[in-house]
């Protein structure tokens, strides 16, 4: 494969990618605070592992956010900075990631995944 195709087809999987882990985030928002909680416990390793995905890219990369965004997003995993680091980490296995993910309180990641999905939706377009 040419170089230059080879690229563009990195670049069109990359969007891809970014395209469905914006629908998989806009399902969840539409869910409740606790119908959250509970559907944690149902999905499949690989939705845990890219909401996990989604999560470490907001907190540790420049992905471009509003300043204001971004330090609510900081203020409110500020108590539980033990806990989003092990869920944004590959190492950890993937239950206990999920197992993490359902210990935090149904506000916070409600919260975080509404401030996220206006984020995604303007990186995709």
Do not use: G, W
Not at 34 to 45: G, K, N, P
Not at 95 to 106: A, G, H, I, N, W
């Amino acid at each position: 494969m040419a170089p230059s195709l080879r690229k563009r087809t990195d670049k069109k999987t990359k969007l891809n990618a970014k395209q469905c882990h914006l629908t998989f985030l806009k399902l969840l928002k539409k869910l409740s605070k606790q119908e959250l909680r509970d559907t944690l416990s149902f999905l499949s390793d690989n939705a845990v592992d890219s909401l996990c995905e989604v999560l470490f890219n907001c907190l540790y990369s420049e992905i471009t956010m509003p300043k204001r965004r971004k330090m609510y997003l900081k203020q409110l995993i500020a108590q539980h900075r033990r806990a989003y680091h092990k869920i944004t980490d590959k190492e950890e296995p993937v239950e206990e990631r999920r197992k993490l993910l359902q210990k935090q309180s149904p506000k916070s990641l409600y919260r975080f995944i509404q401030i996220i999905v206006p984020v995604f939706s303007d990186l995709t377009k």
